[in-house]
């Protein structure tokens, strides 16, 4: 291990970055592509290969062998095909490395095997990765070499995505110009872009590498399929930002290490609320980006945790009980001159463009809860959410009280004449500085938190592309930009309108705001009088994807069209109920061959025990009781296993999408908890030593 870092000389040492380019590229070249970065700008052949060949030279010398067009597809991760740099041989057996400008720009994948959600038949198979320039790419070293790495967006032979990239480039565009639009009304006229950005907090656990192996539900689907509480959970909350452990302080250091050399900025990092699990969170960057280095991230903690003999669990919900992991979406919208649109200032009541900027956004949210929430739909997910620990499936945005205080005054009176101010927090120690508090605190319960300057959508599931939940949250703020710029534009008196639509829009949609606790009772059913939307599971989110209204916003901004919208419901479908359908073929595989002969060899030791406690002529009633219990149980487990084999092969009569996702939400998940159920309390009862996996206990506290 190295003893000391120096983190200014590794940082972004393997990404192909401004700075490189600058120093390798032609002048004429260098700004030929920036234009491109910059301005969209078409890369004429010639450019490309000059590009291409000084960015070949450049990762040759960091050691890659390899180049890949590296591109997210509709499957969770992230995909790509290597090619080596060698050409065919020349009359003297020698190879030349080359790579040229339409290698880079172009890729051509065969896109059979990924998901299209029907968008095109198999002998049209053709994909096409296309660079994207506004991303740097970079050199990965791992077991395999090095590798250029290129990030790239994903789409079919007639231009539809099959990919997360390619919508969010698009949302980005449309954000971009209707944020413009507005800022030109209210007499900005130096900021050329608007570039929403992203920083997104990471959790994860980790646990023993040696015990993970001897789990096939974690190795299969994972998460635990089976597993009793143990006697100690994180009731004392003394994990959370708790001392860290050696040995997770040496993963972390070569996470950062890693992650730094590829130019992510990993920032903060700290022991999560759930024993075992942890955060880690970069500085924000903008949102394309943002994605590119959340998948690196997550790839990364991966691979250093199998350096260190340790697995990482990326599931949203790894152990039943306790704190799931998400993944905290912090937004906010930026100009090119460093104008974050998201920032009240000190007195946010004077501040008309960032009340406007607000309500707009309060009235995206409110129209298009449904779709945020879908954006955060998945599998893991649904464990997750209203599971007392994270946020409720209800959407609802906190603003906190000083927010709240002028919106209030605005609806009532139509402006407002002050912003309340945090005062001072006394310490009472003498030593110690008074602190001036934040006007507004923290509420951790809510899925969409103003937080100072930026807005924390905190539904995201844990090993989500972040892709999806920016995708949605750009466009609908730039629909709502859009209907404020139609209205302003034609208004005589400006000012008069602007105080007029920021009246209108928040007394319409003051619904959306909840400052109490989310996770109460109280306020699933205050949402359900106020007529929001609470959409429990991943299954009911998916027709959310392709209402006329959802169809109407992604059309009207080219991000995507009906049949890019329905051919991710139906991925979606797919998903779900494979992902249940393999979590049930494991339950029925452990409890078959693990659990089952297991207690059937403990009842055995327990009937041998009685038989030689009675041959002696003792009382053995205890004993008795014990195997009772435990036949019943074993019976119990016995009925619930045959009753899911049968569920789960009916399934294959059932027809493919919405009609067999949904039988695998009703039918087959509510018979795979009749099965962990009595599984989870002979756990309790069977010596640990015949026990056939390691406990919760052995997972989350011997790491
Ligand atoms: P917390 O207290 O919620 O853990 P931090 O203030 O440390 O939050 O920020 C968490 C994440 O939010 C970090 O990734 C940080 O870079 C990001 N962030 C901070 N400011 C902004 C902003 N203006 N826009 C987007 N993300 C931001
Ligand atoms: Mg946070």
């Not at 969170?281 to 990364?300: C, R």
Request: with cysteine; charged share 25%; aromatic share 8%.
């Amino acid at each position: 291990m190295s003893e000391f870092t120096n983190v200014s000389e590794i940082f972004g040492s393997n990404v192909f970055n401004d700075a490189v380019m600058q120093e390798r590229l032609p002048k004429k070249v260098y700004r030929e592509l920036k234009k491109t970065i910059e301005e969209g700008k078409e890369l004429d052949l010639a450019t490309a290969d000059v590009i291409a060949h000084e960015m070949k030279e450049w990762a040759i010398e960091k050691g890659a062998t390899h180049y890949t067009h590296w591109f997210q597809p509709l499957t969770g991760v992230t995909a790509e095909k290597h090619d080596s740099f060698i050409s065919a041989p020349n009359a003297e057996g020698k190879v030349l490395m080359s790579f040229s400008g339409k290698e880079l720009i172009k890729g051509e994948p065969d896109a059979s095997s990924f998901p299209s959600g029907g968008l095109r038949a198999t002998f049209e198979a053709r994909g096409y990765t296309a660079w994207d320039c506004t991303s740097p790419a970079f050199v990965r070293q791992d077991a395999a070499g090095g590798t250029l790495c290129i990030p790239t967006a994903f789409c079919s032979y007639t231009g539809e995505a099959l990919d997360q990239k390619t919508p969010l480039l698009r949302s980005m565009e449309a954000i971009n110009s209707q944020a413009l639009r507005l800022l030109r009304l209210f007499g900005n006229t130096t900021s050329k872009k608007v570039t929403p950005c992203v920083g997104p907090e990471q959790e994860y656990f980790l646990i023993d590498k040696e015990k993970y192996l001897q789990r096939k539900d974690l190795i299969y689907t994972g998460r635990t399929l089976f597993g009793a509480m143990p006697p100690k959970g994180q009731e004392l909350d003394d994990h959370y930002f708790g001392n860290i452990r050696q040995r997770i302080a040496a993963f972390m250091k070569e996470v950062n290490e890693e992650l730094w050399k590829l130019g992510v900025t990993a920032k903060t990092q700290h022991n999560e609320v759930a024993p075992a699990q942890h955060e880690l969170a970069p500085i924000y960057a903008e949102s394309n980006v943002a994605v590119d280095h959340n998948q690196i991230i997550m790839k990364t903690l991966k691979m250093v945790a199998c350096r260190h003999g340790l697995q990482c669990l990326l599931h949203e919900k790894p152990f039943a009980g306790v704190n799931g992991s998400g993944k905290h979406n912090n937004w906010s919208i930026t100009t090119d001159d460093g104008i974050n649109l998201l920032d009240p200032g000190t007195t946010p009541h004077e501040n008309i463009q960032f009340l406007m900027v607000l309500s707009c956004i309060l009235k995206a949210v409110d129209t298009h809860a449904d779709l945020l929430r879908e954006s955060a739909a998945d599998v893991g997910n649904d464990h997750r959410l209203g599971a007392n620990e994270a946020p409720p499936a209800i959407i609802s945005i906190f603003l906190g009280e000083q927010l709240e205080d002028v919106v209030e005054q605005l609806i009532s009176t139509g402006a407002a004449t002050h912003s309340l101010t945090g005062g001072k927090l006394v310490t009472g120690v003498k030593t110690l500085p008074d602190l001036t508090k934040d006007a507004t605190d923290r509420n951790r319960t809510s899925p969409f938190a103003f937080t100072g300057n930026k807005f924390e959508f905190r539904m995201v599931g844990s090993k989500d592309s972040i892709a999806s939940p920016n995708t949605v949250l750009n466009t609908i703020v730039a629909e709502t930009f859009a209907e404020a710029c139609d209205v302003l534009e034609k208004a005589d008196d400006f000012e008069m309108a602007v105080h007029d639509l920021i009246k209108k829009y928040l007394t319409k949609h003051q619904r959306i705001i909840f400052n109490g606790n989310g996770y109460s009772q109280e306020w699933v059913e205050e949402a359900e009088r106020r007529g929001l939307p609470n959409i429990k599971s991943m299954v009911d989110t998916i027709p959310t994807l392709t209402t006329d209204k959802a169809v109407a916003l992604f059309e009207r901004f080219h991000v995507f069209t009906k049949a890019e919208l329905e051919s991710r419901a139906e991925i979606k479908y797919e998903t779900y109920a494979k992902a249940i359908n393999i979590e049930a073929k494991t339950m029925i595989d452990i409890a078959s061959k693990q659990i089952i002969p297991a207690v059937i060899k403990y009842t055995k030791s327990l009937a041998d025990t009685v038989n030689s406690v009675l041959a002696a002529g003792a009382e053995a009633s205890v004993q008795i009781e014990l195997l009772n219990e435990v036949s019943t149980l074993l019976s119990d487990t016995k009925a619930a296993l045959t009753k899911l084999i049968d569920l789960d092969a009916k399934s294959t009569e059932i027809p493919e999408g919405a009609k067999l996702a949904h039988y695998f939400h009703d039918e087959i998940i509510p018979t795979m908890d009749e099965l962990r159920a009595p599984i989870d309390r002979l756990e309790m009862i069977v010596d640990k030593e015949m026990w056939p996996m390691p406990s919760y206990g052995d997972l989350m506290f011997e790491v």
